[in-house]
């Protein structure tokens, strides 16, 4: 099964995350199928680029998004 979760990278006090597709049953840091964008927390206010077309589209062939994705996925709040 695909899943669209997040990849860690960065240094030990500085994560940056890769949204990434890849197959559930391995490791996030094993090989990827493709790169949706990428989420950095540490910045003020957190920097996130998704391209939401394409996570759409893997969404409709059936990945699923994990649970921090998914609010990141989520449209935001006014």
Do not use: H
Request: hydrophobic content about 35%; proline content about 9%; glycine content about 6%.
């Amino acid at each position: 099964m695909l899943k669209i979760r997040l990849r860690r990278t960065g240094g030990s006090n500085a994560p940056a995350y890769r949204i990434v597709v890849s197959d559930s049953r391995r490791t996030p840091t094993a090989t990827v199928l493709e790169e949706l964008g990428y989420y950095d927390p540490t910045k003020n206010p957190p920097l996130l680029d998704i391209d939401r077309e394409k996570a759409n589209v893997w969404i409709a062939k059936g990945a699923s998004a994990s649970d921090t994705v998914q609010k990141l996925l989520a449209p935001p709040k006014a």
